[in-house]
């Protein structure tokens, strides 16, 4: 396992993409069929590494980008047409019931979807099932151990503490994706981990308040907080990360791999 730390360069996710068919073995070139599931509710690139995979299938392959969000779907429709992506095909679905076919995927890959689920199992034997004999499954999701802000500040820690609360929300999935894919009967599952730094120029410098937005109303409605200390506390550290010397580290972007088992009587695809 390797960490780095960087303010910029390849994303992890785009990087895992590249690097997953070497690690692994598993087929994700010209005509493969890869599916993508969709967890993450930030629209810096909505369409995640779809248009990566869009060029390793080449013309004679099929791409599926899967979400739960209709708006989200569109806003990658839109990404898509831009771009001229041809051969990737978008669907709405959850990650436990896609009414995808079984085993009809080279590689099947999930990014920030975990975090978001109490029954992570559950999503993982759903990307298992739609993988081929042999082929490969990738997830990304964070672990939280490294989301620090640089000045502290006690705005940040007491709404991180509000998150990780949140029973729905596992703000340190990352640590337990290989123990995850082992246990849906993957074989060669690795792992790797990257940690990014952002300033007060980045989008990223604020998602901690933007998770917050999000599950807003969820938050007051367990009593956890009123909406008078929320916007305080928002606003407080709204005022701390726009300031040029403050800096965070995001959560560990954790990413790990493994290979479905050929069946008996195929040859496997190994490394």
């Known amino acids: 396992m390797s960490a780095r730390c960087q303010r910029s360069g390849t994303p992890a ?9 070497r690690r692994r073995g598993g087929a994700a070139g010209p005509g493969g069929h890869q599916a993508r ?16 995979l869009d060029q390793r299938v ?43 076919p079984s085993s009809n995927f080279d590689v099947v890959h999930g990014r920030l979807v975990l975090v978001h689920t109490s029954q992570p199992a559950d999503i993982v034997a759903e990307m298992v099932r739609l993988a081929r004999p042999g082929g490969s499954v990738c997830v990304q999701d964070v672990d939280c151990m490294s989301w620090l802000c640089e000045p502290e500040h006690p705005a940040w820690s007491e709404l991180v503490s509000l998150l990780s609360r949140i ?46 937005g999000i599950v807003r109303e969820h938050l007051m409605s367990l009593g956890m907080i009123t909406a008078e200390r929320l916007d305080r506390l928002t606003e407080e550290l709204a005022e701390h ?11 560990l972007l954790m990413q790990a791999w493994g290979r479905k088992p050929s069946e008996p009587g195929e040859a496997g695809t190994g490394p």
């Open 58 to 100: 080449g013309p004679s392959g099929t791409v599926v980008g899967l979400d739960r969000e209709p708006t989200m779907l569109e806003w990658a429709r839109a990404s898509l047409n831009a771009r001229g992506l041809a051969h990737v095909r978008l669907v709405e679905g959850t990650g436990q019931a896609t009414g995808l």
């Open 241 to 251: 990360l726009d300031h040029p010397d403050t800096f965070v580290i995001h959560p």
């Open 167 to 212: 029973t729905s929300i596992d703000l340190l999935v990352g640590r337990k994706l290989p123990a995850l894919l082992r246990q849906a009967g993957l074989e060669e599952v690795g792992c790797d981990a990257h940690a990014y730094v952002w300033d007060h120029t980045h989008p990223y410098q604020t998602l901690l308040i933007d998770l917050v």
């Open 13 to 21: 996710s785009a990087e895992a993409v590249r690097a997953a068919p």
């Open 37 to 52: 599931f969709r967890g993450d509710r930030h629209r810096l690139r909505t369409v995640g590494v779809l248009d990566i």
